[in-house]
């Protein structure tokens, strides 16, 4: 039998991963509007153009993020005697908590951590270890990796809870902003569920800010966010064998006011009809029409600190870039 030459090379979790990306394109495809989830987005080019768009002038998220960090490290670690374990949700490269240890080092007085990195991406965790690693060179930081869900990671982060001292839970740079109000608070929950009375958790927001602003960040002039946003069709092409074609697709970004939310699609420009093999799926696109891959949910500080509520969790503390819009908000479990 003919195969792929890279089939052969798959391994049933590759495989498994697959028919679960094949299952979700067939429902979410079919549904009006049209949409798919967006953390189907982040395959290793999709990765690599959101790294992109992180140091895009008209992307502030994560310069504002790092700045906080930096400046107010000390302080946010104040709050937390005495640290024993960090959780932190999706640490991309690391460099963010890594940041955070560097900032408060004084405050942590040379104490043991436990340090649980939780994401799907094992080249992620890779990464991030490798930066914390080579940050701690007294090996003060003992370092656990969950290749899974967040859900997922936080059942086993928790069970595995081993030093003394409080847990703080980081969840940063605005992913909060990818669910809807009622995943949000189901999510939040979730974290809450992971903690004990008087643990913590930093979460990153980015806020309301004028629409023209918005709109930059996620249309942006050289048109990575473009390439961003298609490349989830290129990859439905590539590993379910579809056909989009890639050139009559437009990206656009949209600010919803009444849901407070930037919106990424799609849109064809021609009428197309698309054979999803491995999805055993054929759909017809009209002129015009959109599928919506994206939600970004932003924040006024208040909000966030009223979803943390609801959530089983008491504000600390809160601290604001002004000129970035974007908000870090400490809370501790109630
Ligand atoms: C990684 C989800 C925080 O919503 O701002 C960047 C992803 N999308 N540009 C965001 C994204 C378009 C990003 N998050």
Redesign the pocket.
Known sequence: MFMRPSAAFDSAADRAAIQTFAGDVEYYLTLSPRQLP?HY?YDALGTAL?EA??ELPW?R?TRAERSLLGSRGREILAHIKPLGTLIELGPGSGEKLAGLVDAGAAQLHGARLTAHLIDVSAAALDLASRTLGALDANQSIEIVTHQATYEAGLVQAAAQKRSPGRTLALFL???I??FDPPGADAFLRHIRAALAIGDFLLIGT?LVKPEAELLL??DDPLGV?AA??RNLLVRINRELGADFDLASFRHR?LWNDAESR?E?HLVTARRQQVRIPAAFLDITLAAGEAIWT???YKYRPDAVVRILECAGFKLVDQWIHDEDGFALTLVAAT
Do not use: H, P
Request: charged share 10%.
């Open positions: 967006s987005l959101f768009i992180c992307y998220i740079g605005s992913n902003g990818n980015d960040a996620y966010t961003f946003n970004a930037v990424m994206e939600s970004s």
